[in-house]
């Protein structure tokens, strides 16, 4: 068992022939694991999305390279270069991957290198570890029982219109990386497809020292985007849209409404029925609004409130 520099402890043991997927911090470099550790300090061969940050990293922890050979795999690597790396598998060798941050095959080149070595019948496995997609929705205060991630979307506005107006459709939280550069046109197209007060979650700079978490509706976040410039690695995250094609503010703001002189039952099915949801689904939304708005309105006593 070996400490490394940053106190992490890790072990050198050999690694049965296979290729090894490692998650790398996002951000902070103490967001890694043992396992991640031990991988990295034991296998034959180190391949990269970016040999330079995976020498950082291995530097931090206090992990030796004592000779072994590191191959950059990224998005210009030929077939010929993962020939070479599933011939290193095949002959016996254990190889590490690391992506450039985060987990591999996330928005990174490695699915083809794990492709071939599945297709070679080669082991394959990971030692799991931080994703800025996983990240960005346990910050975002949007639904998580459904969600798509969508990496990035078209750099031209008509085809990026589109596309977003495709995955509005799936009625599930939606998880994209964007440039700085480009997440005001995205902000822009994605009001003039939900309305004003659609939420969105912009997420900044995640795990890092400014990390930077802005949940709005899109057209507050637009006001802010127009007045500040914003740098550092994006995720936006953006809150379901209903099948009539209104936002989830639309349907609270009908449910308050109808609350007012109905029971929680009535109301869920009328409006249910004007949004075209499912009544289940509108009927649990109303009671979370009710219980909402009678602990804001009621002394805090140990009575309970009869539910509809």
């Known amino acids: 068992m070996t400490k490394g520099v940053l106190g992490l402890k890790f072990k050198t043991s050999p690694l049965p022939a296979g290729l090894y997927l490692v998650a790398t911090p996002i951000g902070t470099a103490r967001d890694i694991t ?8 034991s296998a ?45 598998i095949t002959e016996g060798k254990s190889v590490a991957y690391a992506s450039e941050a985060g987990t591999p095959l996330i928005a990174d080149p490695g699915f083809k290198l794990v492709t071939d070595a599945q297709s070679n019948d080669l082991s394959v496995t990971t030692a799991p570890g931080p994703s ?7 910050l975002a205060g949007l639904p998580t029982d459904r969600f798509l991630f969508a990496g990035f979307l078209p750099n ?11 995955l509005l459709k799936t009625q599930t939280t939606l998880v994209l990386y964007e440039s700085p550069k480009r997440i005001l046109a995205l902000c822009t197209d994605i009001k003039d497809q939900t309305g004003p007060d659609h939420p969105v979650t912009l997420c900044r700079e995640l795990t890092k020292r400014f990390e930077d ?11 802010e985007l127009e007045s500040t410039s914003v740098k550092g690695e994006v995720v936006l995250v953006i809150g379901p849209v209903s099948q009539s094609g209104a936002s989830d503010g639309d349907l609270d703001t ?11 039952k009535d109301a869920a099915e009328t409006v249910a029925g004007a949004f075209g949801l499912p009544k289940r689904e509108v009927y649990q939304r109303a009671l979370t609004l009710k219980d909402a708005s009678h602990d804001e309105t009621q002394p805090s006593d140990t009575s309970k409130t009869r539910r509809d």
């Open 254 to 264: 009908a449910l308050r409404k109808a609350l007012l002189t109905m029971r929680v």
């Open 44 to 88: 034959d061969i180190l391949v990269a999305e970016d040999t330079r940050t995976l020498r950082k990293l291995m530097d931090i922890h206090g992990i030796d390279l004592q000779g072994r050979p590191m191959i950059p795999y990224h998005d210009h690597s030929s077939a010929s270069d993962r020939n070479r790396i599933i011939a290193l």
């Open 132 to 138: 800025a997609v996983i990240t960005a929705l346990t």
């Open 213 to 223: 978490i802005r949940p709005r509706p899109v057209s507050k976040l637009i006001e």
């Open 156 to 166: 031209q506005q008509k085809a990026r219109v589109e596309q977003l107006s495709t």
């Open 34 to 41: 043992l396992r991640a550790l031990d991988v990295l300090a």
